[in-house]
Structures are given as C-alpha cells and as structure tokens.
C-alpha cells in the first residue's frame, strides 16, 4: 500500500492550516525525495542520527517537528545541512516539517497533547494558540505536579519557585518559551510550564512570583509530530514509526 506523497502533504497543510501560519521556517514539504509513500517515520527533529533511523525502518517520508531552512540562517547546502539533505535524497526520503503549525493545533498540537499526557483539561488560552491553560477547582501541591511531569516526561524538570506551595492556574508552552513570562503573568496564572530556560527567566520568575518549569525542549515536543504521524498511519492505511533520538535539552 502506497499513496502519494503530494496527497499526504496537501492533507497535513489542510488539517494543520499552515498556509495561515506565519512562521520561521517554511511548513510542508522541504525535501522533495519521493513520489510515493509507503512507510512514514516522525521525529521530533530532522538530525542525520532521525535520517539514520528512518533508513533503517525504509521510510518514504520524514516528519518532523523541526525541520530546516530557518529564517537567518545561510542558505547554502553545505557542512551538516548539505550532508543532512544529501542522504536524503540518496535514499529517496521527503522531509515533511510542522512547526508553528504542530504547536497550535487544538487536537494533534504539542500543546494539547502535552495536556493530554498529564491528564490535565487544557486549553488554548491565546489568541495565536501558543499559550495553554488549565484550571484546578481545588489548588495543586507544586510538589505533585512536578511528579507528574517527572512521571509522564521521564525526566527530571528545572523548577524555579515563586509564590504559594500551592497553585490553581497553570499555563504552558512547549519548546522555547522562556520569554513569554510577561504574557502570562498578565493571564494571572501561578506556574508556567515550558521546555528551555535561560539566565533572565530565573530573575524574571522570581520577581513576578511565578513558578517556572523548565520540562525540556525535546521532552515536551515529542508528542505532537508522534500524534501526528499515528493519525496519518491510520487516515492513509500507512505503517508508521516514530523514533525517539534523545536530546536532554
């Protein structure tokens, strides 16, 4: 069973509306390296360690969360991008890549499906989709739900404490969203979930007496492109394999 790659690419950017999403990166097809598809593979990033990964299991297309040609960045196919597009090519895999897209996306974005993960009744709380709220009727441990990030990421998340021991708004972010702080401090929520930190959020966090959880970039975006991929498998009648390449960022 094979279907053609333009038809699983003009149904990605129909369900994901990518064409209305302003972006760093083009969304879609980027590497153009098959006609047909026949096995997809989704990683979180489109690294020469997923490529490897997707050789290995005969994949047709590549999707990913973070693919290439970002704005600013050297056009040039040279170095690691050249390598990296060249064993595509060789090996007749399309790299499909989401990323704005794949954040905001009410059912299959990284935001609700992080949400999902954690049990947690979210949603979007901006107007671009790239904030995600939940509200506990009685207030939280921050203990517990450390744990449950702990739990259901399999890993150890960086918290900078602030506030009450106890909390009844949450918000989230996946990735790098360090520097929505402000955003949500004026949505009066008491903890802000994201993927990365840097030196100013420790400051900024403190000062507004808000919680703040570094849960990893990687971690946090792994189910997006996952959940993606599973309901391409099944919309298209298409094995699908998703391939955890770990990152501990």
């Not at 590497?31 to 990683?43: K, L, N, P, R, Y």
């Not at 005969?58 to 973070?66: E, F, N």
Request: proline share 4%; glycine share 8%.
């Amino acid at each position: 069973m094979s279907v053609l790659v333009r038809d699983l690419v003009s149904y990605c950017d129909e369900q994901l509306n990518s064409a209305a999403i302003s972006d760093y990166c083009p969304n879609g097809l980027q590497v153009d390296a098959s006609e047909h598809v026949s096995v997809i593979v989704s990683a979180v990033t489109a690294s020469e360690l997923a490529i490897d990964r997707a050789i290995e299991l005969g994949a047709d297309v590549l999707l990913v969360h973070h693919g290439y040609f970002w704005k600013g960045e050297s056009a040039a196919l040279t170095g690691m991008k050249g390598r990296r597009v060249a064993k595509l090519f060789r090996h007749n895999i399309s790299l499909l890549a989401y990323h704005l897209p794949l954040d905001v996306h009410p059912v299959l974005g990284n935001n609700a499906q992080l949400g999902r993960l954690l049990d947690w009744e979210g949603y979007a709380a901006s107007d671009d989709g790239l904030i995600w709220m939940t509200h506990f009727d009685d207030p939280q441990p921050v203990s517990d739900i450390l744990a449950t990030l702990r739990h259901g990421l399999q890993r150890e998340p960086l918290h900078i404490p602030a506030g009450s021991d106890c909390v009844s708004r949450v918000a989230w972010c996946t990735g790098a969203a360090q520097s929505m702080l402000h955003k949500v401090e004026a949505m009066g929520v008491e903890m802000f979930i994201s993927g990365e930190i840097s030196e100013p959020t420790v400051h900024s966090a403190r000062e507004m007496g808000l919680h703040y959880v570094a849960a990893g970039h990687h971690a946090t975006e792994r189910y997006g492109v996952q959940a993606l991929g599973e309901h391409l498998g099944e919309r298209f009648a298409l094995p699908h394999h998703f391939v955890d390449i770990d990152n501990p960022v």
